[in-house]
Each structure stands twice: as structure tokens, then as C-alpha cells.
């Protein structure tokens, strides 16, 4: 059975920055906009409607998304086949190779298989807003504060709406990470060490 | 200055025996239950009632506290002396030694300290509840999983009362451990492995 890495991960954690040294270390794909272009191609979507719709919540979906619950007719909504197509690529990434995943609820999706490995990378919100300014470059300067939690809550939504359960909330992973204190480096280096030693 | 790895841990979590561990490995003492008689000994009360009242809230403070969250006159309880007794021992210990201290808030205490790793062990309910009757023998089995809820939620209560913040919540620690999924000897050496390269 193949091993998987599924890493969640705050805005400006460096979560996928993570993934890629974790993936070129093991010598394994990483499934981060890769993964996009496989949903967009599965699903018909256009890759940023998927960028936009596939892990965070809108406001107009999480409104339709209550009122659906208060009965009567509710249709499936385009980003209820989103998740579909996207829960089906997953499945099959992770029965077709060792991998590393990024993101969209992988690890929600991969839950019971006993070969996944479910990190989750966070770090505190100045770090975070020094980060996407340095690696967003200065057009995320302005407010950078302000859009951390904008993202962080439209994904904390999106993760509740699909899994019912709280994103963030450890027990839905089997190692938290805070790569403001660790460093990245370091946290690649933990996961490298608990993938080799998952059993083949 | 000293370095030091504080243990917050989930009841029935093996955190204890994940900071024995740790001590061994690094030569380094663990303050568990030598906190508790340290704490004794410095206050003035009973071992057990440091150890009833020592991290975990009992329904009469809970409701002491909120009403005096509502004004009026608020004498200093016996467990806001408690309080203090045990924030100065742990202090202390942090000022004359590199060391593992177990619970008690310590991450929240010691949170200015660069020097300190701060860890967090967890694991899945089903699995606490099978080692509490497995540890703590078989006055234990009678409803694991009941006491197992009301333990967590009084330390959590603790926990928040006394910091203002959440137990369990990632950004209080810097790495978070499935001791379930992950064993309890591999999270003894991950922790072993960033104190390594802490700065000394």
C-alpha cells in the first residue's frame, strides 16, 4: 500500500514549501498545483476557479450552505461537484503512488487509510504576515494581517462545511508543526523521519 | 540558559511516559510528580491538594471565578495562592536547570522563554481510555471514557481560567503529538531531536 503525506497548513505557514523539500527529499511528487491542474481537468473547471472554490468558502456558498440546511429543494451546487471531483482525484493519487498532498482536505478525505501520514504546519500570525510580504511580494503588503485571517477563516469554513469537524483542531492530524519556531527545514526533516519509518 | 521542554498532555495521552523518556534520553530531570512535592513544599499544602488543584478546576472555583468576574470584593483564594506557589516553582526550575516539566501550565508560564520547546500530546479517545485501564489498572474500566471527558475538561477549564487562552490549541505549542498514531517512543525521539539543536 502506498504512503501519504497530507499536509494542511495556515496561510504564510510555508506549508507548501514544506511539501516540496519533504517530496524532493523522498524523492516522491507533491501534489499542490499539480493538483489543481488534475481537478480542473477532471472537473471541466478553469484551474482558478478551482484555485478559488476548492478550499475556501465564499460567502454566498456558506449562506446557501445554512439555508439548504433549513429543508426544502437544494440542488447541487457547482461547488458541491467541485468537491466531488476533487475527493475522487485525491482518492486516486493516494492508490496510485507514494505521495505528498497539499491542502483540500486530503487529510479528512484519506482518514481511514492507515498508511497516511496527516501533518498540519501553523505559526503565529506575525510571522505569517512577514511571510506572504516576503514571498507574495509587496502587493500582499498592504493589511497583510487582515488577509491572513480572511483566508485562514474562509478555509477554517470550507473545512467545516465539508468534514464537519474543526480545522486547526489537532486531533484531526497526527502532528502539528509550528514552523515559526521549528523552521522549515526542520519540520521537512520530522516528517521525512516518521515517513520512513511507516511501515511499507 | 537553560533549555527546557514543557509537556502538556491529554489525560490517558502517555505524555508522562513520553517526558520519562525524554529525560532519560537526555540526562536532564522531569518534573512530575517531584513538581507536585516541590509545589508542597513551597506552599504549605497537602501533596493531594496540589495534585487535585494543581492543573485541573474544580465546579465550585469555576463558579467563584466568574462571579467575581462580576465585581465586588475578591479576597485571593486558596487556589490563586496555589497558583502563585506553583508559577514560582516553575520558574525557578526553569532559572537553575535544562529539564522536562510535565503539565501545570508550564508552556503558558515559561511562554517568553526562547529557550523552551513547547509540546503537546494528544491521541484518539478510544485510545486513551484502553491505556487508562491498561496503566491505571482496573479501577479504571469502569467508564473510561466518561472520566477520560471529565478530566480533559476540567484541565481545559484550568487552563483557560488561569491563561486566557485555549488548551490544545496548536498555537500555544510548538509541535502537537498523536502519541496514539505516532508511539509513544517515536514522539519521545522527535521531541529528543529538537532539543538537540535548540541554541545553547
Given at each position: ?24 527529499e523522498?524523492?516522491?511528487?507533491v ?8 481537478i480542473?481537468q ?12 476548492g ?13 439548504s ?11 458541491d ?9 485525491i482518492l ?28 498540519f ?5 506575525e ?8 514571498v ?14 480572511d ?12 468534514t ?26 520530522i516528517?521525512?523521519?516518521i ?5 511499507e
Open positions: 500500500m502506498n504512503r501519504v503525506i497530507t499536509i494542511g497548513r495556515e496561510f504564510g505557514s510555508g506549508g507548501r514549501t514544506i511539501a516540496g523539500m519533504v517530496g524532493k523522498l524523492g516522491i511528487p501534489y499542490d498545483h499539480e493538483l489543481l491542474v488534475r480542473a477532471e472537473s471541466g473547471f478553469a484551474k482558478e476557479y478551482v484555485e478559488e472554490k478550499e475556501s468558502a465564499s460567502l454566498n456558498s456558506l449562506i446557501a450552505r445554512s439555508l440546511g433549513m429543508g426544502g429543494y437544494s440542488p447541487m451546487t457547482a461547488e461537484y467541485l468537491w466531488q471531483m476533487q475527493r475522487k482525484v486516486e493519487l493516494a492508490q496510485k503512488e507514494n505521495c505528498v498532498i497539499v491542502g483540500r482536505c486530503a487529510d479528512y478525505i484519506l482518514r481511514e487509510r492507515a498508511d497516511c501520514l496527516r501533518a504546519i501553523y505559526a503565529d500570525r510571522k505569517r504576515a512577514r511571510r506572504i510580504v516576503a507574495y511580494g509587496e502587493a500582499g503588503a498592504e493589511m497583510p494581517e487582515k488577509r491572513l485571517l483566508k485562514d477563516k474562509r478555509r477554517s469554513a470550507f473545512y467545516s462545511a465539508h464537519d469537524m474543526t480545522w486547526g483542531d489537532p486531533h484531526n492530524y497526527h502532528i502539528c508543526l509550528d514552523s515559526g519556531a521549528l523552521g522549515l527545514e526542520q519540520c521537512a526533516q516528517l521525512c523521519g515517513y520512513r519509518k511507516m511501515e
